[in-house]
């Protein structure tokens, strides 16, 4: 059984005259899942976005972490099981499947 604690991201675009960098962090609770998103370009004002996700919709949740360990656990065993879907969360934190 593989459960997510918390995970963070971190992008940095080198582009001029305007460096890009976007973090992502997200951190489980009691109540579910907490996904807080900030995007700053050059320099403006970071921009931040946070939002939440039960943990009703966040059942089976695979994230990015506990994807890579499932893959080298189905390549020791070579085996694939048909049909291996999971909810997942897309690059912008929003909720989606990702299929084997």
Do not use: N, W
Not at 25 to 31: A, D
Not at 61 to 86: I, K, Y
């Amino acid at each position: 059984q593989l459960e997510t604690l918390e995970q963070e991201e971190q992008e940095c675009l080198e582009l001029r005259p305007h460096p890009t960098e976007k973090k992502t962090h997200i951190v489980s609770h009691q109540h579910g899942m907490t996904v807080t998103k900030m995007l700053q370009e050059g320099e403006a004002e970071p921009q931040c976005q946070s939002f939440h996700y039960s943990r009703a919709k966040l059942r089976g949740l695979l994230l990015e972490g506990a994807s890579l360990l499932l893959l080298r656990v189905l390549a020791r065993r070579q085996t694939m099981p048909p049909d291996l879907v999971f909810p997942a969360m897309d690059t912008e934190g929003d909720l989606c499947t990702s299929s084997y």
